[in-house]
């Protein structure tokens, strides 16, 4: 009987490539949080948008990634109608505005009103395409808004990109609840770092506390809760982030970007001293 040596298995190392030409591509961005939730229309664009600007604007040089491949809006809810430029290397370069720099496929599109009709693998591809070949100038964080769901995005984002944290965005519905369990599920099988969750659309129709309860029961933090408010809709009509026009939404705003900055630094110090608790 001969022995046989096992084949190397092409797709691993395909993954080893990608990591590793994603992570070469990162070296100059400190720290990459990614903002999703098992649901859509929960508020993870809104989170991640008013982050972005709340940490800007605390003197932090961020990064904005629109992950939303089918359906992008970060450009539109801020405003940007440019399309993106490529640099003499060829590599991406983002739009900055309001000190944040942003990048998404609105920025590629044509016709922003066509839809884009593609099939998972794509998706996966356009991510980690956008991971590896955007000229991020030096990063104190990146903040990536990832599309609704478990997979392709949210998928190749946890397979091939050494998250700092993850910040879940779920509402009270019921089944919002249920569907960020899946993402904080998913986030901890991949070994993943969970800052904690943030509840959106706060409001008497949802009753009260679920999500609080959701990070209760997974031992995750409440990073605080967002009310259901008018004056989103009015800073949609103008294409500004929300905190950029109301005081509450600014202080309600700081205050979660305090504790996901907080959670960020408790990482880095057990990463130090990996072995004291
Ligand atoms: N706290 C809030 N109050 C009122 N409207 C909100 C709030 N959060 C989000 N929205 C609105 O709800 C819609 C869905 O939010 P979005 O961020 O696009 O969700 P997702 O990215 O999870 O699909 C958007 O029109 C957004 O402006
Ligand atoms: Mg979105």
Redesign the pocket.
């Known amino acids: 009987m001969t022995d046989t040596v096992p084949a190397a298995n092409p797709f691993a190392s395909r993954l080893d490539e990608q990591k590793k030409r994603i992570s070469d591509n990162l070296s100059m961005v400190k720290k990459v949080i990614a903002v999703g939730?098992g649901?859509?229309?929960?508020?993870?664009?809104?989170?991640?948008?008013n982050l972005a600007w709340t940490l800007a604007r605390k003197g932090k040089k961020v990064g904005l990634l629109d992950a939303?491949i089918d359906c992008p809006?970060v450009f539109v809810?801020l405003g940007i109608s440019d399309q993106l430029e490529a640099s003499d290397e060829g590599k991406i370069l983002p739009v900055p505005i309001d000190g944040i720099q942003v990048v998404s496929m609105a920025g590629l599109s044509e016709d922003p009103e066509q839809p884009r009709i593609w099939r998972g693998p794509m998706i996966g591809k356009a991510v980690s395409d956008f991971l590896s070949k955007v000229e991020w100038s030096e990063l104190d964080v990146l903040i990536i808004?990832l599309?609704?769901g478990t997979s392709d995005a949210a998928l190749t984002l946890m397979q091939s990109v050494d998250l700092a944290g993850f910040v879940i965005?779920s509402t009270n519905a019921p089944s919002a609840v249920l569907d960020a369990k899946k993402a904080f599920l998913m986030a901890k099988e991949m070994n993943k770092p969970v800052t904690g969750f943030v509840e959106?659309?706060?409001s008497d129709m949802f009753g009260r506390e679920k999500v609080e309860d959701l990070a209760a029961e997974v031992g995750a933090p409440f990073l605080g809760a967002?009310?259901?408010?008018?004056?989103?809709?009015q800073?949609?009509e103008e294409n500004r982030p929300v905190t950029a026009i109301d005081p509450k939404?600014r202080i309600a705003f700081e205050s979660i970007a305090e504790k996901v900055w907080s959670e960020l630094t408790v990482e880095d110090k057990r990463d130090e001293n990996p072995h004291e608790e």
């Open positions: 939730s649901k859509g229309g929960v508020g993870k664009t809104f989170v991640a948008i939303d809006n809810a808004d599309p609704p965005v959106n659309m706060r967002i009310e259901l408010e008018k004056a989103v809709q800073a949609l939404l």
